[in-house]
T-cell receptor, first 115, second 112 residues
Framework: DARVTQTPRHKVTEMGQEVTMRCQPI?????VFWYRQTMMQGLELLAY????????DSGMPKDRFSAEMPDATLATLKIQPSEPRDSAVYFC?????????????FGQGTRLTVV | QKEVEQNSGPLSVPEGAIASLNCTYS??????FFWYRQYSGKSPELIMS????GDKEDGRFTAQLNKASQYVSLLIRDSQPSDSATYLC????????????FGQGTRLTINP
């Protein structure tokens, strides 16, 4: 059953705490996207990787967010320190880069609440 | 101008009718376009991909692409209550190493 796996599914944390979200992409996929979804902003692209290299993280607040791919089976998104405005659903998606484009498949998401 | 724009709706369509969803994009050289369906509380699900001008049909769904007008649409024939969801248009932006950018989504309700 090929699917993107995200953990945790839900996270409630206090303002100022570090939050780490994890994503296991579909085996064989070489592109990983991180999105944040809120009612007001919709799906915002935070960062994405191809062959584990970061290609674009311009959508991410650099002072508190960081994204990494320590290996091909794991992508992480960290927030430190977390703030109430970070409350959202964070999605990871993976795809196989090929001409003319990349179809992305989404994980179940991590629902983050910062209080 | 937003990179991908959709009418946020809500769009209400009677059961059995055709639902028409529209999307425009800013990157003139984009080559790949997608439609996702997202049920409330769930993750987006890929339902259609289109790369060439014209129509692409898959069951009750038809995607239409017009690169000259920078316009992509999704038609749903014989709409069913189970089609009620938010539909997201996504575009691989060539300018930007093919980052995948989503529109705001259109909320569709099919009325029995």
């Amino acid at each position: 059953d090929a699917r993107v796996t995200q953990t945790p599914r839900h996270k409630v944390t206090e303002m100022g705490q570090e939050v780490t979200m994890r994503c296991q992409p579909i085996l064989g996929h070489n592109t990983v996207f991180w999105y944040r979804q809120t009612m007001m902003q919709g799906l915002e692209l935070l960062a994405y990787f191809r062959n584990r290299a970061p290609l674009d993280d311009s959508g991410m607040p650099k002072d508190r967010f960081s994204a990494e791919m320590p290996d091909a089976t794991l992508a992480t998104l960290k927030i430190q320190p977390s703030e109430p405005r970070d409350s959202a659903v964070y999605f990871c998606a993976s795809g196989e880069n090929r001409d003319p484009g990349t179809e992305a498949f989404f994980g179940q998401g991590t629902r983050l609440t910062v209080v | 101008q937003k990179e991908v724009e959709q009418n946020s709706g809500p769009l209400s369509v009677p059961e059995g009718a055709i639902a028409s969803l529209n999307c425009t994009y800013s990157d003139r050289v984009s080559q790949s376009f997608f439609w996702y369906r997202q049920y409330s509380g769930k993750s987006p699900e890929l339902i259609m991909s289109i790369y060439s001008n014209g129509d692409k049909e898959d069951g009750r769904f038809t995607a239409q692409l017009n690169k000259a007008s920078q316009y992509v649409s999704l038609l749903i024939r014989d709409s069913q209550p189970s089609d009620s969801a938010t539909y997201l248009c996504a575009v691989n932006m060539v300018r930007g190493a093919q980052k995948l950018v989503f529109g705001q989504g259109t909320r569709l309700t099919i009325n029995p």
